[in-house]
């Protein structure tokens, strides 16, 4: 059935086919139609960041990004939904065309730029939704707000989004917004994660809750770099690090209808490069801190694969695109294979 409503949604432009599926999965998940009509996934719990995840394969952030839909995504199997990235204020994003199918090597090029309603909206959205799963807040800064002032726009955002969220993660890795890439290296990084840790503690003490915070990073780094940011956050006491977010390689996609344009690349492509950054990780980390992978999963073999090399969850985006909910059983199915 997929295979259909998925040749009916590529004849229409990628971001037109994204808008409707967000639309019809938030009317549907409001009527409570996914559970009962999706096959569900097997039962998997795993605790991560002491949090209980029914199963290990998460949505990742980027397809959901104002909350407009959790419950209709929730109900195709999802152990957890990421939504946003969302910004303090809202913004257009970059101009479109900005988002690109490569159907060939089942890929996804984006240039969005972190389109969004703005937090307070995301957060009605989340009060609406009364939704009891696990659910990841994404954050991000504004593109016109310079890169010194990040942790301002970190830190509103953690502030408006921290008693709803079962975790925070904090996107310092997209490609589409100039400078950000930045915050991931040296003082920037180890600044911007203490003041954040700071805040997580004043937030703690004021709601009574602990909300993990997980630290988003790029997969265009040298093992030097990725080793150099593991120490980071050990340092600073982060709870999680999701390894990866898009590539600015075309590595595999070359030649390809539109795989010149900018922005970051997800889907298969990045599968290996985005393992590689996870086993790097887990050699430096030793179980100090989890690690979430997401990055070229487009069937369960792969998601196996990422946890087979140190990830505790995955998530999933492009190759739920072209595969549909049965990449989430596939995925659960194979990771259980693993024990």
Known sequence: MYSLL????????????????????????????PKRVIKQPTSLPVTVMGIEFPNPVGLAAGLDKNGDAI???????FGFIEIGTVTPRPQLGNPKPRLFRLPAAEGVINRMGFNNLGVDHLVERVENANFSGVLGINIGKNADTPVENAADDYLLCMDKVYRHASYI??????PNTPGLRTLQFGDSLRNLLSTLRQRQEELTAL?????PLAI?????MSDEEIVEVANILIETRMDAVIATNTTLSRNGVEGMLHADESGGLSGA???????HVVRVLAEILQGRLPIIAVGGITDGRHAAEKIAAGASLVQVYSGFIYNGPKLIRES????????
């Not at 419950?71 to 199997?77: A, C, D, E, V, Y």
């Not at 988003?216 to 265009?220: G, L, T, W, Y």
């Not at 492509?269 to 393992?275: C, F, G, Y």
Request: no cysteine.
């Open 6 to 33: 998925r040749r009916l949604l590529f004849k229409l432009s990628p971001e037109t086919a994204h808008e409707l599926t967000i639309d019809s999965l938030g009317a549907a998940g409001r009527l409570g139609l």
């Open 216 to 220: 988003k990073i790029a997969p265009d």
């Open 269 to 275: 492509p990045v599968r290996e490069q985005s393992t």
């Open 71 to 77: 419950l209709g995504l929730s109900g195709l199997g």
């Open 169 to 174: 993660t904090v996107n310092i890795s997209s």
């Open 332 to 339: 659960v199915d194979a990771i259980a294979g693993l024990n």
């Open 207 to 211: 709601h009574g809750k602990y909300v």
